[in-house]
């Protein structure tokens, strides 16, 4: 079974207090993929990773950077955390082909105060 | 760009009766199509998908999913749903041969299930 992990389930800062969500994936994916969930929003897209140390933008990018020095590990960065970023942060990971499902971790619930 | 529209944000079903979910995409080709549940607590987890084929998909727990291109939809649907199928569902459409496998996903369908 894919597993992917998440370093924290629930993570409470304050404001301007520099985070970093973790997430490592067991099945030698590619691809990796950090979603943030909103009520009624779904799931967007930050940022995602085909190779390491390669990245792209998604949907909604602003206020976060990511890193990914090893293949099976994603970092989520917020420079400065501000109370719109309280939210679930999901990641994901998949194979390369756009076909190819993608497995998520249990989610990090963020609270920024 | 694509986009996926959940018409419906919550659902009330009796334990027992049949359950549709709509899904409707806009996308200029044929997408692949996603539908995910979220359990509470826990990560999203693949009930089946469309890429191909038979327009008629089976997936895990009872479910299967019925593209339709003439109405851009992907509905989810279950004869007969178990307390256990209470859980937020989304849908989701990725780009064939799009670089990354990036997807876009509905704003979901909270599930609720009667006794």
């Known amino acids: 079974d894919v597993k992917v992990t998440q370093s924290s389930r629930y993570l409470v800062k304050r404001t301007g207090e520099k985070v970093f969500l973790e997430c490592v994936q067991d099945?030698?994916?590619?691809?990796m993929f950090w979603y943030r969930q909103d009520p009624g929003l779904g799931l967007r897209l930050i940022y995602f990773?085909?190779?390491?140390?390669?990245?792209e933008k998604g949907d909604i990018p602003e206020g976060y950077s990511v890193s990914r020095e090893k293949k099976e590990r994603f970092s989520l960065i917020l420079e400065s955390a501000s109370t719109n970023q309280t939210s679930m942060y999901l990641c994901?990971?998949?194979?390369?082909?756009?076909?190819?499902?993608?497995?998520f971790g249990p989610g990090t619930r963020l609270t920024v105060l | 760009a694509q986009s996926v529209t959940q018409p419906d944000i919550h659902i009330t079903v009796s334990e027992g009766a049949s359950l549709e979910l709509r899904c409707n995409y806009s996308?200029?080709?044929?997408?692949?199509l996603f539908w995910y549940v979220q359990s509470p607590g826990q990560g999203l987890q693949l009930l089946l998908k469309?890429?191909?084929?038979?327009?008629l998909v089976q997936g895990i727990k009872g479910f299967e999913a019925e593209f339709k291109r003439s109405q851009s939809s992907f509905n989810l649907r279950k004869p007969s749903v178990h307390w256990s199928d209470a859980a937020e569902y989304f849908c989701?459409?990725?780009?064939?041969?799009?670089?990354?496998?990036?997807?876009?996903f509905g704003g979901g369908t909270r599930l609720m299930v009667k006794p």
């Open positions: 099945m030698d994916h590619e691809n």
């Open positions: 994901a990971s998949s194979l390369v082909d756009s076909a190819d499902t993608q497995y």
């Open positions: 990773s085909y190779d390491v140390k390669m990245k």
């Open positions: 996308y200029g080709a044929t997408p692949y």
């Open positions: 989701a459409v990725g780009a064939p041969g799009n670089a990354g496998n990036m997807l876009t």
């Open positions: 469309y890429f191909s084929g038979d327009t």
